[in-house]
């Protein structure tokens, strides 16, 4: 007997084979469904590494009790000063909300103070003295994170090239 497929069968089945056609390794089909996103895709692999990466310094972090961002946020305010967070939000490449989102951690911890700048837009942020010590916490675990990717891993060569095609990523990003 032939059973008749009911409206929500039909959609199942054709998002099933939708995924078992999009996951395919079969790169020789030119439609859509079999794009290789991860071979082609420059957000994925670039999102993809930076996952991979933010990972490998949030556990070498950890025993800091800080997270990669976190950890990046106190040495960035510590070579500027006393950014505004525009100012940081700018050389980090995130919005303002963001920024202001990530630093409240870091200010319910005592290790950033934020006043308010030179108008009443614009908010400064500084380290404290907690901020310094842990940031002298930091700086070896961040290095051996370092030493890891670069000089075990990529070599000071290769990591320079690299560098400075991940600046051009940035700067075609945002052009």
Not at 41 to 56: P, Q, V
Not at 71 to 97: E, F
Not at 101 to 128: N, S, W
Request: proline content about 3%; aromatic content about 6%.
């Amino acid at each position: 007997m032939e059973q008749e497929l009911t409206e929500f069968q039909v959609l199942t089945e054709i998002r099933y084979v939708y995924i078992l056609l999009f996951m395919s390794d079969d790169t020789n089909t030119f439609d859509d469904l079999s794009i290789n996103v991860a071979a082609s895709c420059a957000c994925f692999n670039i999102r993809k590494t930076a996952r991979a990466i933010t990972n490998l310094y949030d556990a070498v972090l950890q025993p800091t009790g800080l997270r990669a961002t976190h950890g990046i946020l106190l040495m960035a305010i510590a070579m500027v000063g006393k950014p505004t967070i525009s100012r940081l939000a700018g050389a980090m490449v995130m919005d303002r909300t963001t920024v202001a989102r990530e630093l409240k951690p870091l200010e319910d911890q005592g290790l950033i103070r934020i006043t308010p700048g030179g108008d009443r837009r614009t908010r400064q942020v500084q380290l404290t003295e907690a901020g310094y010590a842990k940031r002298r916490e930091v700086v070896p675990l961040w290095q051996a994170a370092q030493s890891k990717i670069i000089a075990e891993g990529l070599g000071h060569e290769r990591w320079s090239r690299l560098y400075d095609e991940l600046q051009e990523v940035v700067r075609l990003a945002q052009a």
